[in-house]
């Protein structure tokens, strides 16, 4: 007996759209060619009540790892936040929970995978009207569109390439199933003759049982078969060369596209069917006038979740890395729809080795990396502005910075003297406690607000000091 191997759990990033990437659908485009020969991967997008998310979902680490990487390049602005399921499973928005119901369909293409869907971006985003079908869920409903890639087979598109590159072959092909269509009506004359004399003579026998046992295959057999034949006889679709131009113009992958709702017990079917209905029905923008396009066909989903490592079988369709992009990217304006944007400022993650010396002051963050950051040694004896909000770490900067300093002049390597102002108290008192060990003794701690202990100190009098040199001010 093999012994059971555990449940691997995927892997689950939420991808957040930022006003600053601008090109969406380009920068999808991108995304999936660097995708070419990868697997494991799945796009999704999930609808609750009041929200979009978007998700990148992998079978591994090794295999997230190679779409983040290509996800952070392709969409650079875009926030990036890892989903935990190995502690919190029930975070998966394609697992159904307890107590949940779920009903799917899943969206194939109505002609042969060589001719491409509708990509043209001048034509509007299709993708948006998917979306605004999908915004239509109640409190307790979700409704899940994975799109689960495999690449293609490699010689696939010389195989296209030479049907559409041979019109020889093509009418000599076209003439045989011609000429065998042509033969269908004689042969199931035939047939039907044949089964006529046998049942005569059976007739003529007393077989009653047999004659109508004839009769009723004769009924559901014929017409069955007849469809058959004329399925195996028929030619392939003459491809128009600027249609397979068109369709091998990106890496191509195998893709199954499925539409999932979820609801409580207290959901009908019926409704949650016509949620996904809907939906399927707003992917037939998607249809191009002389190529193909999608059409709505039954799956039957399981309690668990999809699953991006079991692959995607053979018969799958076949769809370029523009038609993927047009079906699934993160939109640069959801029109009314509202979805988790990444806002702010634009962010780029400076390189490491340009920061890596001087006064630690932070970490730059940016699409779950983090890059140690610090001022060179120059600028922390420069006269420096800082401006921010409140809240924002202008003390915090200033802590970094005395605390880097006193490390210093403990370890005997710069000779200075510390000045810390702070007329709200909260920095000096966090100054005070980051005093390295072995300069407690140089330090002196004046609270000009204390009225218990008051200060004589007038800072207008300068020859109180005695390395004064300026001459004496008055102010009136």
Known sequence: MRPGRAEQRPVLV???PSRWDDEPVAQSRALLAGLAGSGGVALEFVARPGQISFYVRAASDLAMDAALDQLRA??????IRRVGLEERPYLDPARAAPGEICSGL??????????PLATDTRRGDPFKGVLAAAAGVRGGERLVAQLVLCPADPGWPDRVRRHAESPASRRREESSSSQA???LPLIGLLGLSGIGLQSYEWYQQGQALLLAGTAAGTLVGLPLVMAVGAHLLRGREDIAAELVKEKLAYPAFRVQLRVLAFGPDETTRKRLRALVSRVADAYEAFG???????RPQAWRAGS???DAGRGVPRSADILNAAEIAALWHLPETLGGLTTTVETGAHRVLPPEERVARGCRVGASLHQGQQVPAYMPAGLLF????????TR?????LLVHMASHLMQRMAEGRERLLLVVVDPHQDLAEAVLGMVPAGLEQRVAYLNLADRQRPIGLNLLTLPSFPTATARRRTWS
């Open 14 to 16: 939420e991808a957040m």
């Open 106 to 115: 899943a969206l194939r293409l109505t002609r042969e995978p060589s001719l």
């Open 392 to 396: 924002r770490g202008k003390s915090t």
């Open 288 to 294: 191009h006038p002389i190529g193909n396009s999608l």
């Open 181 to 183: 269509g042509d033969m």
């Open 382 to 389: 420069r006269n420096q502005l800082v401006v921010a909000k």
């Open 74 to 79: 392709a969409y650079p602005q875009a926030g």
């Open 304 to 306: 668990r979740a999809l």
